[in-house]
């Protein structure tokens, strides 16, 4: 909040001084106008002056002399002669008028037109001048500040992020390992029947088996950040990977299966079933506990895996961000769920790496599919 009102108050502060200085070069500009004018009209002064005195020392003085009645005295002068006076002598800046006043003819010096429409575009061009550049001034500040600002809601965002991850993670590590020292300290203390001492151990070994995949990805996501995971380059058989995975969270839920025979891929088998693996833990983890489909057939050359649930969902503005790294949905029903937000992470990157694609949509009537293609081996 602080911060929002501290940009507000800075780009008040810079529009504001915009606005002023604008405002107070056209009052120059105004003001410079003003006394090119009134320069103007002391040189008209000088200017008869000068005509006269010319006029008197015969300086327009020729056969087509004429006369004329100027400032309440009689001149005699070549108009000819007199306008080229006052080109060379005042540039441009004066014109003679000639008016015929009861059969006389009457001489008039005035500012040159050309010289009012010259100052009067002057002033145009520099009120224009300023207040584009003003208006670029502030559309500048304006990106500038609005690039501030969207990147001080992203780096708030991503420290969010890690903070939930570093959360997450934390509770990740602790429950397994809280199992296990009390399972562990059960078979140690007391005497226990041969079955019931085999499931604890088991249970022990699950424990570190989830240990051992929450490291893992963590160590791939890094890896797969930093451009430093050697993706293996193996052919495999896709349907014996997906037939294995169905097995293994058969009994976790209502998992119905329909896989394609003989489907291979060249690729790195490790990274795959980490991708795969990762799909299902979410269609149950989100599914609300509803059914879980995974299907897994070929098309145009491509093998196709689809994992639908029918759970909460994805709303569309969530869709867009669920493939960045640490990013978990925002969602009450979702926000006390395991998860570290690297899973979908890695299945973007390492599918894209592939020349595969996945994408998110919705299921009908309600649930999530992803939907993942990946290049058949041309074996």
């Not at 151990?201 to 570190?208: H, T, V, Y």
């Amino acid at each position: 909040m602080r911060l929002r009102l501290l940009i507000i108050f800075i780009v008040t502060y810079i529009l504001v001084s915009f606005g002023w200085l604008t405002y107070s070069l056209i009052n120059f500009s105004n003001h410079e106008y003003t006394l090119q004018r009134q320069v103007l009209e002391a040189g008209k002064q000088a200017c008869v002056l000068k005509l006269i005195e010319t006029s008197q020392n015969g300086g327009f003085d020729s056969e087509q002399s004429v006369e004329l009645e100027f400032k309440q005295a009689t001149v005699e002068a070549d108009t000819v002669k007199l306008r080229r006076f006052l080109n060379n002598f005042y540039r441009g800046s004066y014109d003679a008028v000639y008016v015929t006043n009861e059969g006389k003819l009457m001489l008039d010096i005035v500012i040159a037109p050309a010289k009012i429409e010259s100052l009067d575009n002057k002033l145009y061009r520099r009120k224009r001048i300023y207040f584009f550049q003003a208006l670029l001034l502030t559309v500048l500040v304006g990106i500038g500040v609005y690039g501030v600002s969207y990147s001080l809601r992203m780096i708030y965002r991503l420290n969010k992020q890690q903070n939930n991850f570093l959360l997450s993670v934390t509770h990740e590590l602790k429950t397994p390992i809280a199992a296990m020292k009390l399972m562990l300290q059960t078979i140690r203390t007391r005497k226990l029947p041969e079955e019931k001492r085999n499931e604890l151990l088991e249970k022990a070994i699950n424990n570190s088996d989830r240990l051992n995949e929450l490291a893992e990805n963590m160590l791939t996501a890094m890896q797969i950040e930093s451009d430093n995971y050697d993706y293996g380059e193996e052919e495999f058989s896709l349907t014996e990977m997906i037939e294995r995975l169905a097995e293994s969270y058969r009994m976790r839920t209502e998992l119905s299966v329909n896989i394609e025979e003989n489907v291979f891929l060249k690729g790195d088998r490790f990274i795959l079933r980490i991708c795969f693996n990762n799909l299902l833990e979410n269609a149950i983890k989100y599914g609300d506990n509803q059914p879980v489909e995974l299907a897994m057939f070929t098309l145009n050359n491509k093998a196709i895996v689809e994992v639908r649930d029918g759970g909460i969902g994805i709303s569309d503005e969530e869709r867009k961000q669920i493939f960045k790294k640490f990013y978990r949905v925002e969602d009450e029903e979702v926000r006390d769920t395991k998860g570290t937000g690297l899973g979908l992470f890695i299945v973007k990157e390492s599918i894209e790496k592939h020349g595969g694609t996945i994408r998110n949509y919705a299921n009908n009537p309600r649930g999530t599919v992803f939907r993942v293609s990946l290049p058949l081996s041309k074996k």
